[in-house]
């Protein structure tokens, strides 16, 4: 059975970071195309970043020099660290596994307010 589940939103000032983890089980991280999407409310979900097997990243432009997507294959862990929220980040964020079939987990809340 697969699983990945998040961890790590909150709530956070504007500028300030966080860092989500999205921990797998059932599958190889190693050779499924990792990634992170967001939706927040009355809009689509859309890829915030991607990992694939080689190691190459892929990112929205609006998190291009913010966010950063690793992983570690051994531990069959996906992070997304971000850097210099802004408001519009808000969203709840979902982790994605993808080859052959695709995964999702449930998805962790981000929301960045003073």
């Known amino acids: 059975q697969v699983q990945l589940v998040e961890s790590g939103g909150g709530l956070v000032q504007p500028g300030g970071s966080l860092k989500l983890s999205c921990a797998a089980s059932g599958i190889a991280t190693s050779i499924y195309t990792m990634g992170w999407y967001r939706q927040s409310p009355g809009k689509q979900r859309e890829l915030v970043a991607s990992?694939?097997?080689?190691?190459?990243?892929n990112y929205a432009d609006s998190v291009k020099g913010r966010f950063a997507i690793s992983t570690d294959n051994a531990e069959r862990t996906v992070y997304l660290q971000m850097n210099n929220l802004k408001p519009e980040d808000t969203a709840v964020y979902y982790c994605n596994a993808d080859w052959i079939s695709k995964y999702w987990g449930q998805g962790t809340q981000v929301t960045v307010s003073s």
């Open positions: 990992i694939t097997p080689s190691g190459s990243t």
